[in-house]
């Protein structure tokens, strides 16, 4: 198949538009065209090669990388659906000449970034207008001089703080600069694995050569649908479904049995 042809990217699932579950189904289902190396986690043995993935040069500097991901929850609660956020960061071996053009390329984030991480949730919104509540009692204190509306005044500012606080921390991801076309010669996914698997994440990259090197360099930790422990962990997924299937069924005949019991007496 053509480079034409490549279907798969990374960064266009990572806007909240896929689960986890899918997002696995997805890594799984690209080609080999995608340029996809499967890595499981094993902490402090990844290697990449000592070259630039962007050009090719002796890799002699190292850009950090940091990527955001949003993962779209299903929420059957009455708080609905939600994404949660998460940030993946490695540093990756690249040429001093393409760390200094991603320098240059890179776009810092637009001076209403703070406004939009606020508003991003409903609870931010709200923290903001008890704070402007709270700027009410102050105003009140400095015109009539007095301590009490000033103590008052204390009270909804700190709610609004208390409420604001997790909306801040939850869209930090909101402050990163936009991927250049420098590191996106590298994309990577966050920690995937279905039930019963264990840790594994996805790396994307532009240049095949690269990508085969990097397979290379970490042959000791591929993941492969195909070997015998994911085979492994889908036969246990099909009993667990099984299982809870039969748990259903088991509940159904008892309810029953008990709406039969009552009606008869
Ligand atoms: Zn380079």
């Known amino acids: 198949m053509s480079q034409a042809a490549r279907q798969f990217s990374i960064r266009a699932l990572a806007n909240g538009v896929t689960t986890h579950e899918g997002l696995c189904n997805a890594v799984l289902a690209a080609g080999p065209e995608d340029n996809l190396v499967l890595l499981r986690y094993e902490e402090g043995k990844l290697h990449f090669p000592p070259l630039c993935p962007n050009c090719g040069q002796v890799a002699d500097s190292r850009l950090k990388i940091e990527r955001p991901f949003l993962i779209h929850i299903y929420n059957s609660g009455d708080s609905g659906n939600y994404t949660e956020p998460s940030i993946d960061v490695l540093e990756v071996p690249f ?20 406004v939009k991480r606020i508003f991003s949730e409903a609870e931010g919104v709200a923290g903001l207008v008890v704070i402007g509540i709270s700027g009410l009692f102050f105003w ?3 015109g009539s001089l007095s301590l009490f ?13 208390w409420l604001i606080r997790p909306v801040w921390k939850k869209s930090y991801y909101m402050r990163l600069p936009q991927p250049t076309n420098v590191d996106m010669a590298v994309d990577f996914t966050p920690y995937l694995g279905l039930a019963h698997e264990p840790r594994w994440r996805a790396f994307q990259f532009r240049s095949r050569g690269y990508m085969e090197q990097f397979r290379s360099a970490n042959a000791g930790q591929l993941w492969s649908p195909q070997s015998a422990e994911a085979k492994s962990a889908a036969e246990m997924r099909v009993k667990d479904e099984v299982k809870s299937n039969r748990l259903a069924w088991v509940l159904g005949a008892a309810l029953l049995l008990w709406i039969f019991w ?3 007496c």
């Open 95 to 114: 040429c001093a000449t393409c760390v200094g053009r991603r320098g240059a390329e890179q776009i810092a984030p637009g001076p209403l970034t703070s």
């Open 262 to 264: 009552v009606e008869r």
């Open 140 to 142: 009140s204190a400095l």
């Open 149 to 161: 509306p000033l103590v008052l005044g204390c009270f909804p500012l700190m709610i609004g703080i």
